[in-house]
């Protein structure tokens, strides 16, 4: 289930108040812009995150697309949702910090754990201490398997494991049709069972 409640919505079909916020935004309005941010920054930032799989990285990338969309806004022409033609911009400005980060730490140190957020929803609630030992070992496995998919099915299983996005908005980010979508989701989902017997991936509809 989407968190943010805009994710329901159809592209192109956005309620009659956000696009009288965008129409603002067009025209000028700093203070309609910021509240079109404030309803989509939730879901912007968890699609950094899943590219980047840092908090911190992914909190500086939702910025540089928010910086980018202002620009480009008034060339926005609403042939698509403004919700998924914003995620589009924010994955690739995250792409973008990723490529620069592969570039400048490959050789210096590992590469950060992307998916944690996906798999910490793996953790065991209580307090029995063996059952939080067991929980933190599978978590640590997952993070593993995760990393170890090719960056397709990675980027496609986190994307739907975040929550905040539809199949057709990660297929609209990912520039491949709703059905690959599907499809790199499941076996990505399939190979992490193979290698996680004692695991179930987190899964719910995006």
């Not at 840092?54 to 042939?79: C, H, I």
């Amino acid at each position: 289930m989407p968190a943010n409640p805009a994710a329901h919505l159809a592209d192109g079909q956005a309620d009659a108040g956000e696009q009288l916020l965008i129409t603002a935004a067009q025209s000028g309005s700093r203070e309609a812009f910021g509240e079109l941010v404030a309803r989509h920054e939730r879901a912007v930032f968890r699609t950094t995150l899943a590219a980047l799989g840092t908090v911190e990285e992914a909190e500086d990338a939702a910025q540089d697309a928010f910086v980018v969309a202002w620009r480009k806004l008034p060339g926005f022409r609403r042939q698509a949702s403004f919700r998924s033609w914003l995620l589009t911009i924010a994955w690739r400005k995250a792409l973008d910090r990723r490529r620069r980060r592969t570039i400048w730490r490959s050789r210096l140190a590992p590469a950060p754990d992307a998916g944690h957020h996906a798999v910490d929803l793996l953790h065991a609630t209580g307090s029995d201490p063996e059952r939080q030992a067991v929980s933190a070992d599978l978590v640590r496995r997952a993070r593993i398997e995760i990393q170890r998919l090719s960056p397709r099915l990675r980027d496609a299983l986190l994307l739907a494991c975040s929550g905040a996005h539809r199949y057709e908005e990660i297929a609209a980010m990912l520039s491949i049709p709703v059905g690959t979508v599907k499809w790199r989701v499941a076996e990505a989902r399939r190979i992490l069972a193979l290698r996680l017997p004692d695991a179930v991936p987190p899964r719910g509809k995006p």
